[in-house]
Nanobody, 126 residues
Framework: QVQLVESGGGSVRAGGSLRLSCAAS????????MGWFRQAPGKEREGVVTEDRVGSTRYADSVKGRFTISKDNAKNTLYLQMNSLKPEDTAMYYC????????????????????WGQGTQVTVSS
């Protein structure tokens, strides 16, 4: 079955950087949409950056210019490079995968992200 395991979280000062990793297994990594979500205490889970089609990404306005998603298909690993971190970035970060919808040309939407990792905590202090 699909397994996603995040790592790389930690505690950093505002302005610092972290790189999160997501090790994937149990499915054809390159054929699924991949993304990162986060959830802060008392808040709903939100998309940080997702693929709306394999290879096509959408970033939340709050992270544009600071975060970058990347893939290493050979290693079945997804990354999230986070720069210029802010206290409001503090959250549990989750890796997620979605099966593209073939009847709409292989696009993925938020409800399609049905496979989740366990999360990795990111804490940013001022």
């Amino acid at each position: 079955q699909v397994q996603l395991v995040e790592s790389g979280g930690g505690s950093v000062r505002a302005g610092g950087s972290l790189r999160l990793s997501c090790a994937a297994s149990g499915y054809t990594f390159s054929s699924y949409c991949m993304g990162w979500f986060r959830q802060a205490p008392g808040k709903e889970r939100e998309g940080v950056v997702t693929e709306d089609r394999v290879g096509s990404t959408r970033y939340a306005d709050s992270v544009k210019g600071r975060f970058t998603i990347s893939k290493d298909n050979a290693k079945n690993t997804l990354y999230l490079q986070m720069n210029s971190l802010k206290p409001e970035d503090t959250a549990m970060y989750y890796c997620a995968a979605a099966r593209p919808r073939p009847y709409i040309g292989g696009y993925c939407y938020t409800p399609d992200y049905n496979y989740w990792g366990q999360g990795t905590q990111v804490t940013v202090s001022s």
